[in-house]
């Protein structure tokens, strides 16, 4: 390991750390790529990234959004539910760790944040790639705003009362 990797391994510890134990190639990230862009397309027929879809939301006018966000939470409940129960391995094979959350204060003041970024924009990070990929250039700018949040945030982490 290299001075560098040291410092880094020491100064940032991952709160969700990804426990994987086998390297993958660098073509086996094609798998996500097409994941990802499946994911596009199904975000572009459903509407999800409509910005007047998320507007009505914020706005209370349609269930729409908040039935996708629903249906996406029983999903991840039931996929962990699923993984747990009967000890899912990956396609590596390799177990599935799921580590405990630690609440703090900080993450209502994030959520705040992120869902007043979400309502203004008329995007969250999920969709940012399929609204870009749809031509809707703009939303650069929300993308290069979110990157700059989040390095803002890990430059503070530290500083922040937890």
């Known amino acids: 390991m290299q001075k560098s ?9 991952c ?11 660098l073509a086996g990230n094609f798998k996500y790529m097409l994941i990802g862009i499946i994911f596009g397309i199904v975000f ?3 509407e999800i990234i ?3 879809r998320i507007q009505e939301m914020f706005r209370l006018q349609s269930f729409f959004m908040y039935g ?4 996406a939470v029983v999903v991840g409940m039931t996929s962990v539910f699923l993984i747990k129960k009967f000890n899912i391995k ?7 760790v799921f580590h405990d959350k630690v609440f ?3 993450q209502i003041y994030g959520g705040l944040i992120f869902g007043l970024g979400w309502a203004m924009t008329g995007a969250c990070p999920g969709p940012l790639f399929a609204q870009i990929g749809n031509g809707f250039i703009v ?10 949040g989040t390095w803002i945030y890990g430059y503070f982490k530290d500083k922040l009362p937890s």
């Open 139 to 148: 939303v650069t700018i929300t993308l290069a705003s979110a990157i700059a």
């Open 90 to 96: 990956t396609i590596s094979g390799e177990k599935i």
């Open 50 to 52: 409509s910005w007047f």
């Open 104 to 106: 703090n204060k900080g």
């Open 15 to 25: 709160d969700a750390p990804n426990d994987q134990k086998k390297k993958e190639p």
């Open 5 to 13: 990797d040291a410092l880094i391994n020491e100064e940032f510890v």
């Open 68 to 71: 996708v966000i629903g249906t």
């Open 44 to 46: 572009t027929k459903a």
